[in-house]
T-cell receptor, first 115, second 113 residues
């Protein structure tokens, strides 16, 4: 089945560690996105990529990094510079066409907790 | 910049009650509008969408009409079920913002039997 797979579902990080969240899609979508969700809040955009080897900062990129070496993969690294990383992280993808606005498809999310 | 304002929650209804969740937006271009639903511990699923003014999106008994004159996209359902309990997000995708989604803060809906 086509879709987006995020792993792991739960992740625990010690203070000062970098961790990487995986996101893979087999929908052949050009665009991929990372969002952060905090309790009782909407989704905030961390990074997005519309094409391989290119990505842009979103609203809250500080303390995060990404790469887009393959069309189907868009991993997110939460670095030690991110002071409050405990949150629910959602990856999404969509078709990126000039005149067609299509919906985004979401993964099941990764819940990151700092211990 | 773009923004989405959603009705504050949480909302608690009895089964078979009528549901309205208000959503208004500001956008620089000509946005498409969406409602997403999130069940506990899961990612978001698209519920319905509308891509131009006066379009009505509908799915699973939910409806929303794109009102350009009032910049609104209110979600309605005539008779809610316990299984509709979830968080609902209004969102827009704007031609002027690389087509990334801008989300509202979400509305928690609880339906009691």
């Amino acid at each position: 089945d086509g879709g987006i797979t995020q792993s792991p579902k739960y992740l625990f990080r010690k203070e000062g560690q970098n961790v990487t969240l995986s996101c893979e899609q087999n929908l052949n979508h050009d665009a991929m996105y990372w969002y952060r969700q905090d309790p009782g809040q909407g989704l905030r955009l961390i990074y997005y990529s519309q094409i391989v080897n290119d990505f842009q900062k979103g609203d809250i990129a500080e303390g995060y990094s990404v790469s887009r070496e393959k069309k189907e993969s868009f991993p997110l690294t939460v670095t030690s510079a991110q002071k409050n990383p405990t949150a629910f992280y959602l990856c999404a993808s969509s078709i990126a066409r000039e005149a067609v606005y299509t919906e985004a498809f979401f993964g099941q999310g990764t819940r990151l907790t700092v211990v | 910049g773009d923004s989405v304002t959603q009705m504050e929650g949480p909302v608690t209804l009895s089964e078979e009650a009528f549901l309205t969740i208000n959503c208004t937006y500001t956008a620089t271009g000509y946005p498409s509008l969406f409602w997403y639903v999130q069940y506990p511990g899961e990612g978001l699923q698209l519920l319905l969408k509308a891509t131009k003014a006066d379009d009505k999106g509908s799915n699973k008994g939910f409806e929303a009409t794109y009102r350009k004159e009032t910049t609104s996209f209110h979600l309605e359902k005539g008779s809610v079920q316990v299984s509709d309990s979830a968080v609902y997000f209004c969102a827009l995708s704007d031609s002027g913002s690389a087509r990334q989604l801008t989300f509202g803060s979400g509305t928690q809906l609880t339906v009691l039997p």
